[in-house]
């Protein structure tokens, strides 16, 4: 059975030759300049700024056999959905730590506060272990636009 | 196998977009709507109207985004541009059972990282 070795947030990923995962920029809180005076940011506002959860996972003799898929789905601070829930195949090869990438084209701003990234395993449509996850708070700021 | 809209992205068409087929997610009936006007012109209509769920018969899909669709779809150069600056900060994870917000999401576990 797979267990959780490390689950987070970043900016970027850059996978070596050797399969080894450089993490650029982990991130835990965004902070949204909007200009002074400017209307509301709309409800499913975005803002198209592409990141990546990534995770990682220690596995066991046979695991290699499974069909294992790693979910993803990512919650407004309200408690809503936002998007589709995400379903990645993890690779596995035996004795080696197995690691998923999901890419994730935009970010959702349309409301303040805690965003929550929640990821679970399935097996066969089945969940298998989870959910965990991580927060992720969210902040907007006004300011000048000539700062 | 699914179809993808190419007016609005969405993925999930049952048949090929063409004869009368309706796009549940913009309203688009392929080879009527789109017989005399491109599909660019149909997608900045569909999002100067706010990029709403068009179809009463399919329900939206769960956590549906219209400019996530249209990112997913190579076509976020129709995606409204907001005047934003987005900084991303480090600091210590917040682990979904540490925040009072997450206490009905069940079976929690700690990750150690």
Known sequence: MLKPYVCVACEKIILAKDNVASLINLFSKIIVAVPTNSPDIPRNAVAPKEWAIFSSWDTELGDELKDYEFCTQIFYPDGTPFGEPGKVRIPIDPGKRAQVTVQIPAFPIGQTGLYTVKTWIEEGQTKVFGPIGFGIELAVVQQDRAQ | ?113
């Open chain 2, 1 to 113: 196998m699914p179809y993808t809209c190419p007016v609005c992205g969405y993925k999930d068409l049952p048949s090929p977009p063409r004869d009368y087929e309706i796009c549940p997610s913009c309203g688009t009936e392929f080879e009527y709507h789109d017989a005399r006007r491109g599909h660019a012109e149909l997608r900045e209509r569909w999002v100067q109207n706010g990029a709403i769920w068009h179809s009463r018969v399919v329900n939206r899909p769960v956590g549906w985004n219209p400019w996530l669709q249209l990112l997913r779809a190579g076509l976020g150069f129709s995606v409204p541009r907001l005047f934003v600056d987005m900084r991303l900060q480090s600091g210590p994870m917040i682990l979904l059972n540490k925040v009072d917000g997450a206490r009905d999401l069940e079976n929690l576990v700690e990750l150690s990282c």
